[in-house]
């Protein structure tokens, strides 16, 4: 049973980076799945922020590509995100999950980040 | 860019029953592509169903999804009282985009 655990800071000032990490445990990230994250905002609907294969290239919402990384950690069987130059609009929960055939069976519980000064 | 429309925004019903929720897509879509997932408060969303119409693992037969043209419908035939949550569809739009539906509150009438 594969398993995902989010892990970051919890706040970030405006302007700044938001670094998250996912950690898996229960499979290998060089299975074949697609690692991805995704947000939401308190009381709001779910945003797909980006993925990555372990082989390839990650893919992103093109409208937060400009400010999104997404990247592979195959020694620590982990990928991580990072979004920059945050503002308020980007306080959300911020999920991590696996996926294959075009959906996510699994997911992380969540991690909330929020932007203030 | 595929505009996923969900309706009703909220359903009130009564365990037992039978609810019917509603996934409209701006324009025409794979059902391969087209997934359901149940979110209850304070907890990540659970797959139910992939490729429109395939129960994901260990997610029970009175769920089922069935789609029409544009028109994909998440179905759950009897109301248990752990069905009561937030519903969202989930589409693949190609060139590796997902997009999602905005949710359909079912809550206890």
């Known amino acids: 049973q594969v398993q995902l655990q989010e892990s970051g800071p919890g706040l970030v000032k405006p302007s700044g980076t938001l670094s998250l990490t996912c950690a898996v445990s229960?499979?290998?990230?060089?299975?074949?799945?697609?690692w991805s994250w995704a947000r939401q905002p308190p009381g709001k609907g779910l945003e797909w922020i980006g993925e990555i294969y372990h082989t390839g290239s990650p893919n992103y919402n093109p409208s937060l590509k400009s400010r999104v990384t997404i990247s592979v950690d195959k020694s620590k069987n982990h990928f991580s995100l990072n979004l920059s130059s945050v503002t308020a609009a980007d306080t959300a929960v911020y999920y991590c999950m696996r996926g294959r055939d075009y959906s996510w069976g699994s997911w992380g519980q969540g991690t909330l980040v929020t932007v203030s000064s | 860019e595929i505009v996923l429309t969900q309706s009703p925004a909220t359903l009130s019903l009564s365990p037992g029953e039978r609810a019917t929720l509603s996934c409209r897509a701006s324009q025409s879509v794979s059902s391969t592509y087209l997934a359901w997932y149940q979110q209850k408060p304070g907890q990540a969303p659970g797959l139910l169903i992939y490729?429109?119409?395939n129960r994901a693992t260990g997610i029970p037969d009175r769920f089922s999804g069935s789609v029409s043209g544009t028109d994909f419908t998440l179905t759950i035939s009897r109301l248990e009282p752990e069905d009561f949550a937030v519903y969202y569809c989930?589409?693949?739009?190609?060139?590796?985009?997902?997009?999602f539906g905005q949710g359909t509150k079912l809550e206890i009438k």
């Open positions: 229960g499979d290998s990230i060089g299975s074949y799945y697609w």
């Open positions: 490729g429109a119409s």
């Open positions: 989930q589409h693949y739009g190609g060139s590796s985009f997902y997009t």
